[in-house]
């Protein structure tokens, strides 16, 4: 895996154990030459994780709309701030530049950044593998709630299956590299999607 997008929050949130766990992935990350592709912004765990991610000496790639630039929400110091008109080429851009996806602790945002892809995933519209960093089991409620969703047949249990679950970066990244080596090779001329 040579770039990895981690979706996480804005904010901080009240436990001091998730700006930790956003340290020490950007750290790993960094150790393991594991480029990080993010939403670019300077606060809450999302500045955290790319602070420590340049510091250990990674890349870091943020990926912003102008108009959030414009507010001032941008990290000045990330090796390239990738700016962009909307929040949909934002995500298209993110997509593009990674290899696999993973959700940190986050709300709404992180939420919608993981759903898109893992339901992009499931449509075959990509090939890349998604996991949930389940640090402290703070994804285990909303996975619940989706083996809850699969128990009534609105998400089949392979797809359920495929979303990569742990509760660290290492195992996270060994289940990731493991989806990544099953991916198809096309045949040759022809599209995966
Ligand atoms: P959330 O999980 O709701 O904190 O969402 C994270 C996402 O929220 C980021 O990818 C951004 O799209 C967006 N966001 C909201 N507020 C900010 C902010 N102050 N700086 C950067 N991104 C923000």
């Given at each position: 895996m040579r770039r990895l997008a981690v979706f996480l929050a804005s904010s901080n949130g009240h436990d001091p154990a998730h700006a930790e766990l956003a340290a020490s992935v950007g750290t790993e990350l960094a150790r393991r030459g594991i480029g990080v592709v993010y939403g670019g912004g300077?606060?809450?765990?999302?500045?955290?994780?790319?602070?420590?991610?340049?510091?250990?000496?990674?890349?870091?790639?943020?990926?912003?709309?102008?108009?959030?630039?414009?507010?001032?929400?941008?990290?000045?110091?990330?090796?390239?701030?990738?700016?962009?008109?909307?929040?949909?080429?934002r995500k298209a851009l993110m997509a593009e530049y990674a290899?696999?996806?993973?959700?940190?602790?986050?709300?709404?945002?992180?939420?919608?950044?993981?759903?898109?892809?893992?339901?992009?995933?499931?449509?075959?519209?990509?090939?890349?593998?998604?996991?949930?960093?389940?640090?402290?089991?703070?994804?285990?409620?909303?996975?619940?709630?989706?083996r809850g969703i699969a128990d009534s047949g609105f998400l089949s249990a392979s797809t359920l299956e495929d979303l990569a679950i742990a509760p660290d970066l290492p195992g996270l990244l060994d289940v990731l590299d493991e989806r990544l080596r099953s991916i198809p090779q096309p045949a040759h001329g022809e599209s995966l999607r």
């Amino acid at each position: 895996m040579r770039r990895l997008a981690v979706f996480l929050a804005s904010s901080n949130g009240h436990d001091p154990a998730h700006a930790e766990l956003a340290a020490s992935v950007g750290t790993e990350l960094a150790r393991r030459g594991i480029g990080v592709v993010y939403g670019g912004g300077r606060r809450g765990l999302m500045g955290v994780m790319a602070d420590s991610a340049l510091k250990a000496g990674g890349e870091v790639i943020g990926v912003m709309p102008r108009s959030m630039v414009e507010r001032e929400w941008a990290h000045e110091e990330v090796t390239e701030l990738v700016i962009c008109d909307s929040m949909h080429e934002r995500k298209a851009l993110m997509a593009e530049y990674a290899d696999a996806f993973v959700a940190l602790p986050g709300g709404l945002g992180t939420l919608e950044e993981i759903f898109e892809v893992s339901s992009w995933r499931q449509l075959g519209f990509h090939t890349k593998p998604v996991g949930f960093l389940d640090a402290g089991g703070f994804w285990t409620p909303l996975l619940g709630a989706l083996r809850g969703i699969a128990d009534s047949g609105f998400l089949s249990a392979s797809t359920l299956e495929d979303l990569a679950i742990a509760p660290d970066l290492p195992g996270l990244l060994d289940v990731l590299d493991e989806r990544l080596r099953s991916i198809p090779q096309p045949a040759h001329g022809e599209s995966l999607r």
